[in-house]
């Protein structure tokens, strides 16, 4: 789903077919979508006249990486980032999207000199909301600039918190130092806010809280019995290999299980992975699809019976609330923002289990739980079917992100 698309725009000779923005080409394009800005790609979406609850209208350039706009990267912060863009831009701002390359969040020495010329070349008092993968490491190329732009930190996982060994105490210091410097800090869940608050001792007036919102299926799940799904990047920290261990142990029960998500990202561990499942035997049960997008992700929530969420490390979890709003109850570990996202029915039940993170044995006992007990079954799919009415949707996603935006403009 491309930037346009996510807003519901349809692109005709170079513009949308949309009352709510108009896309412009960039002097000197070559195709309807990209420019290079140095090494980065940039797309306009103009004002349209309307104003957000009583405010002026306001121009914002938002910083992301690369790639955040690709169907084939479907992690939770692309999909957040461009549903962002699109949302504010539908109601009425001014979004100015530059996407820059290289690896964050450990960049070269030519991503952090495109990363200077990029804030060089913003004006004074401009508004900027920049990604945290971005941001959180280059404190050498953001401070000088901070004096004169309101910039916005969002934060989708602070550095500190993630597992990858590469996240080095350099970045993190330069974590701290990038977000006691900004004018506001928005957090994609209550637990990261906290994360914030503990770690960084930044006023807590100034880091704000927006979590993804999710859209409504059109309909409940009709699930297939024992068919149970996981969403995510293959990789440690999403935890498939402790769900394959937990399913180990009841090889003598009716299921089947799809892993669906990229494959590349961390290929050593998708290779244990499948020698594991052979090993086992479960070849047939067990399925590595890749990424599954739009209409066939939807049927895969739509016809599982269960979705699990093994994580070892999760700031929110986005497929939980994807799942939920399919009515779809989640085995979930507790962990980060796992228990945030699962959240309760407006009656004060959970829609779905939370075990303790990083045991096999007790996900065994709960997918053991589920798969045997149809009572629990029923009542848990209850209970998920009721949640569907109290996620949150996109849109007042977007009205906190602006709110932030907003709320600490003074003379620049």
């Keep these: 789903m491309s930037l346009l698309e996510a807003a519901g725009q349809r692109i005709v000779s170079g513009r949308t077919a949309s009352t709510a923005a108009t896309y412009h080409r960039v002097p000197g394009m070559t195709n309807r979508r990209r420019v290079r800005f140095s090494s980065a790609a940039v797309w306009r979406l103009a004002r349209c006249g309307r104003r957000w609850e009583g405010r002026n209208i306001e121009r914002v350039q938002v ?38 390359a290289a690896g964050w969040p450990i960049p070269g020495p030519r991503a952090r000199a495109d990363l200077a010329r990029i804030f060089s070349a913003i004006g004074d008092g401009e508004v900027v909301l920049i990604d945290g993968l971005i941001a959180s490491p280059a404190a050498a190329q953001l401070l000088p600039h901070t004096g004169r732009i309101p910039m916005t930190v969002l934060l989708h996982m602070p550095l500190a918190t993630a597992l990858d060994t590469h996240h080095d105490a350099s970045a993190q210091r330069s974590e701290r130092v990038v977000l006691r410097a900004a004018t506001g800090v928005v957090a994609t869940s209550e637990w990261t806010r906290q994360q914030v608050l503990t770690r960084y001792a930044i006023p807590a007036h100034r880091v704000h809280v927006a979590r993804p919102g999710v859209d409504q299926a059109a309909a409940p799940a009709r699930p297939v019995r024992g068919h149970l799904i996981c969403v995510g990047v293959l990789g440690r920290h999403k935890g498939q290999d402790l769900l394959v261990e937990a399913l180990a142990e009841l090889g003598d029960l009716d299921w089947h299980c799809v892993l669906a998500g990229p494959l590349d990202r961390d290929p050593d561990f998708v290779e244990q992975l499948q020698a594991r499942i052979t090993r086992l035997g479960y070849g047939h049960r067990v399925r590595l699809t890749g990424v599954l997008t739009g209409a066939a992700l939807s049927h895969a929530y739509t016809t599982a019976d269960l979705l699990v969420a093994p994580s070892r490390s999760e700031t929110y979890g986005m497929t939980v609330t994807e799942a939920l709003a399919h009515g779809l109850p989640v085995i979930a570990a507790a962990v980060g923002g796992l228990p945030e996202a699962l959240g309760f029915t407006a009656a004060g039940t959970r829609p779905g289990q939370l075990v303790p993170p990083g045991d096999p044995a007790a996900l065994a006992a709960a997918l053991g739980d589920w798969l045997g007990d149809e009572h629990h079954r029923h009542r848990l799919r209850a209970a998920a079917r009721q949640r569907r009415s109290t996620l949150r949707g996109w849109g007042q996603t977007t009205q906190e992100i602006a709110n932030a935006l907003t709320a600490h403009l003074g003379p620049y």
Excluded: M, Q, S
Aim: charged share 25%; hydrophobic share 35%; glycine share 16%.
């Design 63 to 100: 910083i992301v990486p690369e790639g955040f706009d690709d169907p084939g990267r479907p992690t939770g912060g692309n999909i957040y980032d461009r549903r962002v863009c699109a949302g504010l831009a539908e109601a009425g701002w001014d979004v100015l999207v530059t996407t820059v």
